[in-house]
């Protein structure tokens, strides 16, 4: 089945203490991306990865790190997690344009909070 | 800076209406798409409209894309419970950088 993974769906962690998110996608796709979803502030781009090795900041990259070092994953990471970065986190990914397939599919989601 | 905005951001309709969400964008662009996300789920590719005039329609939606007004609408066709859901959509500033409009919570009232 082709899809997109997160995991974990849900974390509670504290302060300062570093964690990652991992992504992963089974259909091939070059580009990859993680937004968070935040009520009231629809989605906001974290940061994108257009294949491996390349990657670029979104509208909100401050305090996240990301790698593609694989085409098929693209984790997520938080050296030192704030309240700020308490969101609902989704991982996107779809073919690139040489292909003239724009549509993103999303993993399902992670859910975290910061106290 | 590209602006996405949608309206209305609430919407409570009877079944069997029509009605028409909206959504703006501040720059050029020929790239649109349209998601629906159901309460506590990830979001569902519905459109992508890819060229100034596109129309595409599935089921009680129809979507379409003005770019020389740099607006595209979501046209609800009536409307069944099923269809409750927050509508997003999104403009593609062509460099792989996504914006999303703040979304529309649609309810469809029986």
């Known amino acids: 089945e082709a899809q997109v993974t997160q995991n974990p769906r849900y974390l509670i962690t504290v302060t300062g203490k570093k964690l990652t998110v991992t992504c992963s996608q089974n259909m091939n796709h070059e580009y990859m991306s993680w937004y968070r979803q935040d009520p009231g502030l629809g989605l906001r781009q974290i940061y994108y990865s257009m294949n491996v090795e390349v990657t670029d900041k979104g509208d909100v990259p401050e305090g996240y790190k990301v790698s593609r070092k694989e085409k098929r994953n693209f984790p997520l990471i938080l050296e030192s997690p704030s309240p700020n970065q308490t969101s609902l986190y989704f991982c996107?990914?779809?073919?690139?344009?040489?292909?003239?397939?724009?549509?993103?599919?999303f993993g399902p989601g992670t859910r975290l909070t910061v106290t | 800076e590209l602006k996405v905005e949608q309206n209305p951001l609430f919407l409570s309709m009877q079944e069997g209406k029509n009605y028409t969400i909206y959504c703006n964008y501040s720059t050029t662009s020929d790239r649109l798409y349209w998601y629906r996300q159901d309460p506590g789920k990830s979001l569902e590719s519905l459109f992508v409209?890819?060229?100034?005039?596109a129309v595409k329609q599935e089921g009680r939606l129809m979507a379409s894309l003005d770019t020389k007004a740099r607006l595209s609408t979501l046209h609800i066709t009536a409307a069944v419970h099923d269809l409750s859901a927050t509508y997003f959509c999104?403009?593609?500033?062509?460099?792989?950088?996504?914006?999303f409009g703040t979304g529309t919570r649609l309810k469809v009232l029986a």
């Open positions: 999104a403009v593609d500033e062509g460099t792989y950088k996504y914006i």
């Open positions: 996107a990914s779809s073919l690139n344009e040489r292909d003239n397939s724009y549509e993103q599919y």
């Open positions: 409209l890819l060229s100034n005039g």
